[in-house]
């Protein structure tokens, strides 16, 4: 298993991942089908997070294939060009084999290079597993958006959270 930035020649895999990630979490902001990213808008995708210093994709790969991500998307503007929100996927298959700790791992020490000092995410309130992840991997609650999502006809509440890299 290895755990590397994203390449331009991973577009259509990654692309892939995603559209299998929509199909069997719930816990991701598409529904199935929902997503409707080309393989060419993929590639701008890659290509414009690569070519800022506050973003970056990790991917990782198991035997060929990629299995998850973790993506840290940075600040636009002077003001928030050091913080970087967060977004984490793994296949169902591969969770609970301590990837995500190794993503936040590799998270981490790019973000101390690159001069980032506030990482920050959500999750849906009921999202227990990733929860206990995120609070061993030092984040906190910052906050609740009430009924911010829509999903089998019940709201769902989802947290803030936010880690401070010093």
Not at 43 to 70: A, P, R, T
Not at 139 to 164: A, T, V
Request: aromatic share 12%.
């Amino acid at each position: 298993m290895v755990i590397r930035v994203i390449k331009y020649k991973d577009a259509e895999n990654f692309l892939k991942l995603k559209y299998q990630l929509d199909n069997e979490s719930k816990f991701l902001l598409l529904e199935p089908g929902e997503r409707k990213t080309t393989l060419n808008e993929q590639i701008e995708n890659i290509k414009n997070i690569l070519s800022m210093d506050n973003s970056v994709i990790f991917v990782v790969e198991n035997n060929n294939k990629l299995i998850g991500y973790l993506s840290a998307i940075g600040g636009k503007y002077k003001r928030n060009e050091h913080v970087v929100n967060v977004v984490i996927a793994i296949l169902n298959e591969f969770t609970g084999q301590g990837i995500g700790k190794m993503l936040f791992a590799e998270l981490e020490k790019w973000a101390v290079y690159h001069n980032i000092h506030r990482l920050e995410l959500t999750t849906m309130t009921h999202n227990f597993n990733a929860l206990t992840l995120y609070k061993k991997m030092g984040f906190q609650i910052e906050g609740e958006r009430i009924e911010s999502l829509y999903i089998d006809g019940k709201y769902i509440n989802e947290y803030y959270l936010y880690k401070l890299i010093i």
